[in-house]
């Protein structure tokens, strides 16, 4: 079929005009990019909100995404929030993400994150995990608030009761170092495991952690190198840096500092900044690596 932006338009008028809330937010779409149309964020912002308020959670995704930029409209990360809030708790797995993400923006201003915890707590009430877990982080930190470690334990314990492997990990971190809860090597390395199992390349570093330095379990360093080679080969920049340092001291794997350099300077393209530094340091020691020119 020959492609014809045009026609797309025309057809989601059509779905529009009969009341379908994908209309709106395809059509919304159009004037965003400027596909078939010109481009205008005002009239993408007001056909998401039509289909924000018909309860339709792309409508609610996409509105909170231009409150959160001020496209179409005034600049308002906190209707962002509370616009996702409600698209996650719909099933949206897009305004999840933006939820996680846009934690860090309301750790600075004391009022912000006064505002911002209200938001989260309504979320959560929801049902909304990844609000939850922002929530639990804030406590747990004490950002904005007198920190609340039991707090934070009990919202992580609920995300992780509903199956959520980040409440999991977190969970865990709070049973291992005994933050807000009697500390609890063994239920760290359960709480771990169900998240490794499950997928996560979190609960497979966290879990890695615990069999390399023998918290909760007998050490077992190839154990731990088999756990940070999988989420390592998946990108996370935490395991690379770890199966580095095992591969640069021979610890579970046969020593092998071309290897080692190897996932370093992958996990420092990551965003390590562990790796960073040691990088940096072997090249000023000048340690086993010959120095390479940028």
Do not use: H
């Not at 937010?25 to 965003?32: E, I, P, Q, T, Y």
């Not at 930190?141 to 919202?155: C, F, K, Q």
Request: aromatic share 10%; with cysteine; charged share 30%.
């Amino acid at each position: 079929m020959k492609k014809d932006e045009g026609e797309a338009v025309k057809l989601f008028r059509i779905a529009k005009s009969l009341g379908d809330n994908s209309g709106s937010v395809s059509l919304g779409l159009c004037f965003v990019k400027g596909l078939g149309v010109e481009k205008d964020l005002e009239e993408a912002a007001r056909l998401f909100y039509e289909a924000a308020s018909n309860g339709d959670r792309e409508g609610e995704y996409r509105l909170g995404n231009c409150f959160f930029l001020g496209d179409g409209v005034p600049q308002n990360k906190f209707e962002a929030l509370r616009l996702w809030q409600c698209a996650s708790a719909s099933g949206s797995s897009e305004a999840q993400v933006m939820l996680n993400i846009s934690l860090n923006e309301f750790v600075g201003d004391e009022d912000d994150v006064s505002e911002a915890v209200q938001i989260f707590r309504l979320a959560g009430s929801r049902g909304c995990n990844s609000a939850r877990i922002s929530l639990a982080k804030m406590y747990k930190r004490g950002n904005g608030e007198e920190g609340d470690p039991e707090e934070a334990v009990r919202l992580f314990q609920m995300a992780a009761d509903d199956g959520d492997s980040t409440g999991k990990v977190q969970l865990g971190i709070c049973y291992r170092d005994g933050i807000g809860v009697e500390e609890n090597e063994a239920k760290a390395v359960e709480l771990f495991r169900e998240a490794a199992d499950a997928g996560d390349n979190n609960g497979r570093v966290y879990l890695g952690f615990c069999y390399r330095d023998g918290v909760g379990v007998e050490k077992d360093c190839k154990q731990s190198a088999r756990l940070f080679r999988i989420a390592a080969d998946e990108g996370d920049p935490d395991a690379q840096f770890c199966l580095g340092e095992q591969y640069f001291f021979g610890d579970g794997v046969a020593e092998d500092s071309e290897e080692a350099i190897k996932l370093y300077e992958l996990a420092v393209d990551g965003g390590s900044y562990d790796a960073q530094y040691k990088l940096g340091m072997l090249y000023q020691e000048g340690k086993r690596v010959e120095k390479r020119r940028g």
